[in-house]
C-alpha cells in the first residue's frame, strides 16, 4: 500500500502540474513587486503630504517608518510563507526521520540542521518528535541539530531581517543559525548524554508503521501554501504592528547613537548579558525583528543586537520546560549551556568583524 | 460505534482538529465517543511523529497537520461502510 502510494506520487505530481499554475505565479508575482515598490513613496504621501507632517520631525518620521514597515513586512512574510508552506508538502517529520536515522554523525548534524528549515514543526510538537527520532535511532546529537535549527532558522526571522536590515544580515543570521545548531548537536552527540535521556523515554517501543503517506497533487500544495498564510500570517501579524510600533517609536524620538555607550561594540559584557536577558523573554521572530532593527539605528552593535534576538527565539523557558518532560535536568543544562556558548561567540565574532 | 481520538498536548492546533472532527460526525450523524489524549507515551504508542494526530477505531488516519471538513468525512464513511 505505501509503496505504491509512492509510486503514484512520483509519477502523478509531474504531470499533474496544471499549466495554470505556471501562467499565474509570475503574474502573481509582478503585481506582488509592482505594489511593493509603490509603499516608500505612499508612506511619504501619507505623512508628509495629507497627514501634514514635517519631515524630519519626531512623529513624522516615526509615523512615515511605520507605515512604511508595516505594509511591507507583511507583504514579504506573506509571499515567502506561501512559498515555504509550499516547500514544506514535499517534507514530512517521518521522512525526514527516515533519511536521518543511522546516519553517521557528523554528516547527520549537517542534514538534520538543514532539515530543520523546511520540515514542517510546531513546538507543541517537540516531544513526540524528539522521542519519535530517538527511538528510531537518530542520534542523540543529530536529534538536537534538528531541534536547535527548526525554531532559529525559521522563515519568518529570514524574511523580516531581509526586508528591514538587508539581504546580508539575513543570510549572515541564516548561516550562523545553522552552524550553531549543527556544532551544538555535534557537541552534545561526543558528550555521549545518552542516559540523561527519561526512562520512560527509552522504554518506548515504537511500532514500525507509520501513517500512510497521502499523495497530494499540485492544487493540495497550493492549498496548503494559502493555509500557511491564512495560520501563520493571521496569528503573528499583532506582533509584527506592535513591534514596529516600538520600533517606530524608537526610530523617532530615541536619539542617534543613544545606544552605542551599552549595547555598542566597546561594551563587551553586553553579549553574554543580552543572551542571559533572552532567555525568559520569548516572543517569535516576527515580534522581535523590528524592535532589532531600531536598536540598531541608534548605535547598538549588529553581533549584541543578532545574539539578543538568537537567545529569544532559540533559548526559550517554555521550550525547556516542555523538554524536561523527555530529557533530565542535566541533559537540558548542557542544551542551554552549549547553544548559549555558541550563540555569544557568534556576538562576539560580528562584533569584531562587522 | 466509533470511537475518535485527538492526539496532541492541547494547543490550538488540537482544539481545531477536535472540533472539525466532531463537526465531520454531526454531519453523519455518527454515534462517536470522542477521546482526547494528551499523554506523551499513550501519543507516542500510535506512532505519530507530529501533532495534532486524528485515530479513528484506533488507525491513524492523519498526523501533523489539520485535515479539511471533507477529508475526516471521508475517511469516517470509509470507515463506517467498511
Same mark, same amino acid.
Given at each position: 500500500?505505501?509503496?505504491?502510494?509512492?509510486?503514484? @506520487?512520483?509519477?502523478?505530481?509531474?504531470? !499533474?502540474?496544471?499549466?495554470?499554475?505556471?501562467?499565474?505565479?509570475?503574474?502573481?508575482?509582478?503585481?506582488?513587486?509592482?505594489?511593493?515598490?509603490?509603499?516608500?513613496?505612499?508612506?511619504?504621501?501619507?505623512?508628509?503630504?495629507?497627514?501634514?507632517?514635517?519631515?524630519?520631525?519626531?512623529?513624522?518620521?516615526?509615523?512615515?517608518?511605520?507605515?512604511?514597515?508595516?505594509?511591507?513586512?507583511?507583504?514579504?512574510?506573506?509571499?515567502?510563507?506561501?512559498?515555504?508552506?509550499?516547500?514544506? !508538502?514535499?517534507?514530512?517529520?517521518?521522512? #525526514?526521520?527516515?533519511?536521518?536515522?543511522?546516519?553517521? $554523525?557528523?554528516?547527520?548534524?549537517?542534514?538534520?540542521?538543514?532539515? %530543520?528549515?523546511?520540515?514542517?514543526?510546531?513546538?507543541? !510538537?517537540?516531544?513526540?518528535?524528539?522521542?519519535?527520532?530517538? #527511538?528510531?535511532?537518530?542520534?542523540?546529537?543529530?536529534?538536537?541539530?534538528?531541534?536547535?535549527?527548526?525554531?532559529?532558522?525559521?522563515?519568518?526571522?529570514?524574511?523580516?531581517?531581509?526586508?528591514?536590515?538587508?539581504?546580508?544580515?539575513?543570510?549572515?543570521?541564516?548561516? #550562523?543559525?545553522?552552524?550553531?545548531?549543527?556544532?551544538?548537536?555535534?557537541?552534545?552527540?561526543?558528550?555521549?548524554? $545518552?542516559?540523561?535521556? $527519561?526512562?520512560?523515554?527509552? @522504554?518506548?517501543?515504537?511500532?514500525?508503521?507509520?501513517?500512510?503517506?497521502?499523495?497530494?497533487?499540485?492544487?493540495?500544495?497550493?492549498?496548503?501554501?494559502?493555509?500557511?498564510?491564512?495560520? &501563520?500570517?493571521?496569528?503573528?501579524?499583532?506582533?509584527?504592528?506592535?513591534?514596529?510600533?516600538?520600533?517606530?517609536?524608537?526610530?523617532?524620538?530615541?536619539?542617534?547613537?543613544?545606544?552605542? %555607550?551599552?549595547?555598542?561594540?566597546?561594551?563587551?559584557?553586553?553579549?553574554?548579558?543580552?543572551?542571559?536577558?533572552?532567555?525568559?523573554?520569548?516572543?517569535?521572530?516576527?515580534?522581535?525583528?523590528?524592535?532589532?532593527?531600531?536598536?540598531?539605528?541608534?548605535?547598538?552593535?549588529?553581533?549584541?543586537?543578532?545574539?539578543?534576538?538568537?537567545?529569544?527565539?532559540?533559548?526559550?523557558?517554555?521550550?525547556?520546560?516542555?523538554?524536561?518532560?523527555?530529557?533530565?535536568?542535566?541533559?537540558?543544562?548542557?542544551?542551554?549551556?552549549?547553544?548559549?556558548?555558541? &550563540?555569544? #561567540?557568534?556576538?562576539?565574532?560580528?562584533?569584531?568583524?562587522? | 460505534?466509533?470511537? *475518535?481520538?485527538?492526539?496532541?498536548?492541547?494547543?490550538?492546533?488540537?482544539?481545531?482538529?477536535?472540533? *472539525?472532527?466532531?463537526? +465531520? +460526525? +454531526?454531519?453523519?450523524?455518527?454515534?462517536?465517543?470522542?477521546?482526547?489524549?494528551?499523554?506523551?507515551?499513550?501519543?507516542?504508542?500510535?506512532?505519530?511523529?507530529?501533532?495534532?494526530?486524528?485515530? *479513528?477505531?484506533?488507525?491513524?488516519?492523519?498526523?501533523?497537520?489539520?485535515?479539511?471538513? +471533507?477529508?475526516?468525512?471521508?475517511?469516517?464513511?470509509? *470507515?463506517?461502510?467498511?
Amino acid at each position: 500500500m505505501t509503496s505504491d502510494h509512492f509510486k503514484k @506520487e512520483s509519477a502523478g505530481n509531474a504531470s !499533474s502540474l496544471p499549466i495554470k499554475y505556471f501562467l499565474l505565479a509570475p503574474l502573481g508575482v509582478a503585481a506582488w513587486w509592482l505594489l511593493y515598490r509603490q509603499l516608500d513613496p505612499f508612506s511619504r504621501l501619507l505623512t508628509f503630504d495629507l497627514i501634514g507632517l514635517a519631515p524630519g520631525s519626531h512623529l513624522g518620521d516615526a509615523l512615515q517608518f511605520f507605515l512604511y514597515d508595516t505594509p511591507k513586512v507583511l507583504m514579504l512574510l506573506t509571499l515567502v510563507v506561501f512559498g515555504v508552506g509550499i516547500i514544506r !508538502s514535499f517534507f514530512t517529520p517521518e521522512r #525526514t526521520r527516515k533519511i536521518l536515522a543511522g546516519r553517521r $554523525e557528523s554528516v547527520g548534524n549537517v542534514l538534520a540542521a538543514h532539515l %530543520g528549515i523546511v520540515t514542517p514543526f510546531c513546538s507543541c !510538537s517537540a516531544v513526540p518528535l524528539f522521542i519519535g527520532f530517538v #527511538t528510531a535511532g537518530v542520534p542523540l546529537g543529530v536529534t538536537f541539530s534538528f531541534l536547535i535549527a527548526a525554531p532559529m532558522v525559521n522563515e519568518i526571522a529570514v524574511i523580516l531581517l531581509f526586508g528591514l536590515l538587508g539581504w546580508k544580515v539575513a543570510a549572515l543570521y541564516m548561516a #550562523t543559525g545553522l552552524v550553531i545548531a549543527i556544532v551544538a548537536g555535534w557537541v552534545i552527540g561526543r558528550l555521549g548524554m $545518552e542516559m540523561y535521556i $527519561e526512562d520512560w523515554v527509552r @522504554e518506548i517501543r515504537m511500532s514500525a508503521d507509520t501513517p500512510e503517506e497521502i499523495s497530494l497533487s499540485w492544487p493540495d500544495r497550493v492549498r496548503m501554501g494559502a493555509e500557511a498564510v491564512r495560520d &501563520i500570517v493571521g496569528k503573528v501579524w499583532p506582533y509584527v504592528v506592535g513591534g514596529i510600533a516600538v520600533g517606530a517609536g524608537i526610530h523617532g524620538y530615541v536619539p542617534e547613537g543613544f545606544l552605542a %555607550g551599552i549595547m555598542g561594540k566597546d561594551a563587551w559584557w553586553s553579549v553574554p548579558v543580552a543572551v542571559a536577558i533572552g532567555i525568559p523573554l520569548y516572543s517569535n521572530a516576527a515580534g522581535i525583528v523590528p524592535v532589532v532593527h531600531a536598536l540598531i539605528e541608534k548605535g547598538a552593535a549588529l553581533g549584541t543586537v543578532l545574539a539578543f534576538m538568537m537567545s529569544v527565539i532559540a533559548l526559550s523557558l517554555p521550550e525547556m520546560v516542555i523538554l524536561r518532560k523527555v530529557l533530565k535536568l542535566r541533559l537540558i543544562a548542557v542544551f542551554a549551556a552549549v547553544v548559549g556558548l555558541g &550563540i555569544i #561567540t557568534v556576538g562576539y565574532l560580528f562584533n569584531l568583524l562587522i | 460505534m466509533l470511537t *475518535i481520538k485527538v492526539l496532541g498536548p492541547g494547543c490550538a492546533n488540537c482544539k481545531k482538529l477536535d472540533a *472539525i472532527a466532531r463537526e +465531520a +460526525a +454531526a454531519n453523519l450523524q455518527l454515534d462517536a465517543e470522542f477521546i482526547k489524549v494528551s499523554d506523551f507515551a499513550e501519543i507516542m504508542a500510535y506512532s505519530v511523529l507530529s501533532t495534532p494526530g486524528l485515530v *479513528i477505531n484506533d488507525k491513524v488516519v492523519c498526523a501533523g497537520r489539520i485535515p479539511t471538513l +471533507a477529508e475526516v468525512t471521508k475517511w469516517l464513511t470509509a *470507515i463506517t461502510n467498511g
